[in-house]
C-alpha cells in the first residue's frame, strides 16, 4: 500500500495503552510514507483516547489547539499516593480514610472555575530549560510553582467501590487530571492517584470521530486514510473568516497586505482567509485599515 507526502487535514487517533504518543505518530508516518505531520496534545503512556494529528498544512495550526477545551473521564483510586500521582508511579503515601458519595459530591464544586493549581514533578514542565520529570529522575530537589488552570466541570460519573470512583472533567489548557485527583484526596481527607485516564475530546474533535490505532497502523490489509481525514479548517470553525477574490488571493500568496472591509475587530487576533471556492488560504491579521497575511498555506 502506497501513500503520498500530500496529506492534509487532521487524522484523529484513538491512542492505546502502552505507547507514547511520540511513538504513535513515528508508527503512523512510517505506515503513511512519513508523511509531514505532529500531534496536538501529548498523552502520558497509560493513558488512551483522542490524538488529534496533523499532516501537511495543518501541522501550521497545531498551536491553535493549545487553548481548546479537553475532555477527560478517568479513574481515582483512594488510599494510595504515588510519587506520580498515577498508576505508574510508586507508592509514597497511604491512608485508611475512605469519602463517601456524599462527601465527593459537596466537594467537587470547589474544584471548578480558575484553579491554583501545581502540577505533578513527573511532567514534561521545563525548569531551567530541563524537563521536570528529567530532573526528578536524576535525584534532584525541585519544585513547581502553583499557575493557573480552567476547569469548566468536574462530575462524579460512578463509585466502583469503596476503593475507586469514576470522573469526568472538561478543562483548559495545562490543566493535568493527574493533580486534580492528587488534590481532591488531599480534600476528601484522604490521599489518591489516578489508575485510568481516557481523553474523550479535544476541541472540536471527539472520541467517536477517533480511527482505531490497531485497525490503522497494525492491519495488514489496504486502509484508505483519506476516507478518515478532517478538513485543515475544521479547526477554525469558531472563529469569524474573509473571503478574498482571486486578485487578493495572489497578493497574500506573495506576502502582500490587503484593503481590510468593515468589521469588528477588537476580538480578533488571528483570521482565516478563503478564497471563492472555499479553499483555506492563509492565516492573517489586521493593522490599521490592511490585512496582512502570517501563515500562508501551500497545497
Known sequence: MKYHRTLHGWLIIDKPEGLTSNQVLG???YKLN????????????????????????A?????????VQKTYVFTVQWGTKTDTDDREGTVIQT?????????????????????SQIPPLYSAIKVQGKRACDRVRNAEDITLPPRPVHVESFDLVKIID???????VVCGKGTYVRSLARDLGEKLGTVAHVTTLSRESVG???KGQAVSYDKLLEGDGPFDVQQFMHPIETVLDDIPALSINAEEVKKIRHGQSISCPSMDRSFLKEIPLYDETH?????????????????????
Do not use: C, W
Request: hydrophobic share 45%; no cysteine; glycine share 6%.
Open 27 to 29: 508508527r503512523l508516518r
Open 34 to 57: 512519513r508523511p509531514k505531520a505532529g500531534f496536538a496534545g501529548t498523552l502520558d503512556p497509560f493513558a488512551t483516547g483522542v490524538l488529534p494529528v496533523a499532516f501537511g498544512e
Open 59 to 67: 501541522t501550521k495550526l497545531i498551536d491553535r489547539m493549545v487553548d
Open 95 to 115: 491512608s485508611d480514610h475512605r469519602p463517601t458519595r456524599q462527601e465527593i459530591l459537596e466537594a467537587l464544586p470547589t474544584f471548578t472555575g480558575i484553579l
Open 162 to 168: 469503596k476503593n475507586q470512583a469514576v470522573f469526568q
Open 204 to 206: 472540536p474533535f471527539s
Open 279 to 299: 479553499q483555506l488560504i492563509a492565516m492573517s491579521v489586521i493593522k490599521g485599515d490592511r490585512v496582512f497575511p502570517s501563515r500562508v498555506f501551500v497545497y
